[in-house]
């Protein structure tokens, strides 16, 4: 997931998706732009833009969060940052496979991902019946917390 909302987060996540590529991530699908408020973010936060994207990566997840990292803070991001406040870009790793970890560095699947539509909407633009490690898929989560039915 990409996403921010300070001015230029939308170029700055085309960049990143650009220096994934340039790493070794290989894009498979890109979703569109979604807007959304702020959560949990400190009272008066611009609302984000967020964009999912899908593909392959030959390293381990903890090399694709160490790569991500480095390019939030070449966005000019802090190495040090509260996940309350505005940003220009955040890149999270939300599933990797069928991957289940839970180091103090990294969870996978991303812990607040079936909470947050701002992460499944995009997501399910692009990879509906992708799956969480208990089976259950991208769009039955998003349409659980939408409180919908599936078709």
Do not use: Y
């Not at 509260?82 to 970890?101: A, Y």
């Not at 079936?114 to 909407?121: G, K, Q, T, Y």
């Amino acid at each position: 997931m990409l996403g921010g909302n300070l001015p230029g987060s939308e170029n700055a996540m085309a960049a990143a998706i650009t220096e994934l590529e340039k790493n070794g991530f290989s894009v498979g699908k890109i979703s569109s732009i979604f807007h959304s408020a702020a959560v949990d973010c400190v009272p008066g936060t611009p609302d984000f833009i967020d964009q999912a994207v899908i593909g392959c990566w030959n390293g381990t997840p903890e090399e694709l969060l160490s790569l991500c990292q480095k390019i939030e803070i070449s966005s000019g991001r802090p190495a040090i940052h509260s996940s309350r406040e505005s940003r220009i870009l955040d890149l999270d790793i939300i599933l990797f496979d069928q991957m289940e970890i839970n180091t103090p560095r990294l969870t996978i699947p991303h812990p607040r991902a079936r909470i947050r539509e701002f992460v499944l909407a995009p997501l399910a633009e692009i990879a509906p019946e992708w799956t969480f490690p208990d089976g259950s898929t991208i769009s039955s989560a998003l349409a659980a917390l939408q409180g919908t039915q599936l078709p």
